[in-house]
């Protein structure tokens, strides 16, 4: 008579391919940490819209656009110095800076409109090579000389308009104030970056390098990749990309207002490390930040049209930064237990979307 299988090895054996599955599942949100942010904003807004329908009211939601345009884009610049294992802290004050110098730029200098705007993003872009040289070639931590850029800038614009610098150009101020199809200038412009950026990081040499350097640089720079290079790069999108914020605040603004914008820095790495970026480098997708800034405009934005005192928002960004940053650190753990690396060192593949740094050839 055949021996029957024991209780213990059949309820083994019966749920083995289930627990296999939800390894494999919980396995891809690990390693695709937007998705679940993603759900938390969908959750987030049905939360919100069931405490007070209006808040997704057309103007509602063209005010979250606007908002949305201007973290997401600051958030998107960071996210290039995080994955290069860096991090700007200078954003938050340089959106201030730039929200006076490009008003400064159009109506004390003269400058046509679109003329200062490219001037502003230009001095923006400038001022990241700044940051960028000093960290390659004096060996500055990126923490240390974005510090004292955020200090330095947060007193500049103060010094250039101690009293507000009126805005009267209507150009400059369908920036912010018009739309285009029901969605604000500022968000279509916010869109456009973001893909771009999306394009670069996943879709260019130059872009899978930066990846490379965030992971190992002693990996990128046995595969021949110009390390220097593609620090300088990142640090250079980032100060462009808050010389833009400072334009669309500037228009929001209809003035030159200096310190008009406070804490937005953590706003930016908060986005990026919420939607993925890691802070040890390396890792992140422009998908992920985008989320992210979503997420934190969401709740900002909701608490305030639900009643909720302002005060508690900044509490409610530390505590969900505080979220992220653990559960970066539990998936970088996991991501190593599997025998993989939170970066793009030769051989490897971090997963998301990924690209071996041993397959990337230099690139100028």
Do not use: K
Request: glycine share 12%; net charge neutral.
């Amino acid at each position: 008579m055949a021996a029957s299988p024991q209780p213990g090895l059949e309820q083994a054996g019966s749920r083995g391919p289930a627990s296999r599955r939800g390894s494999r599942i919980v396995g891809r949100m690990v390693e695709s940490p937007e998705i679940g942010i993603i759900l938390a904003v969908i959750v987030a807004m049905v939360v919100f819209t069931a405490i007070n329908p209006l808040f997704i009211h057309v103007s509602e939601l063209q005010n979250l656009g606007i908002d949305l345009a201007g973290f997401g884009i600051l958030a998107v610049g960071e996210s290039l110095a995080i994955i290069t294992g860096g991090i700007d802290l200078s954003v938050g004050s340089l959106t201030a800076f730039f929200v006076v110098v490009s008003a400064w730029l159009n109506t004390t200098a003269g400058l046509p409109v679109l003329l200062a705007f490219a001037v502003a993003v230009l001095f923006g872009a400038l001022w990241g090579l700044f940051h960028g040289l000093v960290i390659t070639r004096l060996g500055v931590p990126p923490f240390v000389v974005t510090l004292v850029t955020f200090i330095f800038a947060a007193g500049a614009d103060e010094a250039i308009a101690p009293n507000p610098i009126p805005i009267s150009s209507t150009t400059f101020f369908a920036v912010a104030g018009s739309t285009v199809a029901g969605v604000p200038i500022a968000m279509v412009v916010f869109v456009v970056i973001a893909l771009v950026a999306w394009f670069f990081l996943e879709r260019t040499y130059i872009g899978r390098q930066v990846y490379a350097v965030g992971g190992s640089t002693e990996a990128a720079r046995l595969a021949g990749i110009p390390i220097s290079r593609r620090i300088v790069t990142a640090y250079v999108v980032s100060g462009a990309c808050a010389a833009v914020v400072g334009i669309i605040e500037a228009s929001r603004l209809t003035s030159g207002t200096a310190d008009s914008v406070s804490g937005w820095e953590l706003i930016a790495i908060a986005s990026a490390v919420i939607g993925g970026a890691s802070l040890a480098g390396g890792q992140g997708r422009i998908i992920g930040v985008v989320a992210g800034a979503a997420l934190l405009v969401v709740l900002s934005d909701g608490l305030i049209f639900v009643d909720v005192n302002p005060y508690y928002q900044r509490m409610v960004v530390g505590v969900v930064l505080f979220v992220a940053v653990v559960v970066d650190r539990l998936r970088v753990r996991r991501l190593e237990r599997l025998g993989g690396r939170t970066g793009l060192e030769v051989g490897t593949d971090p997963g998301g979307g990924g690209h071996s740094a041993a397959s990337v050839p230099e690139t100028s």
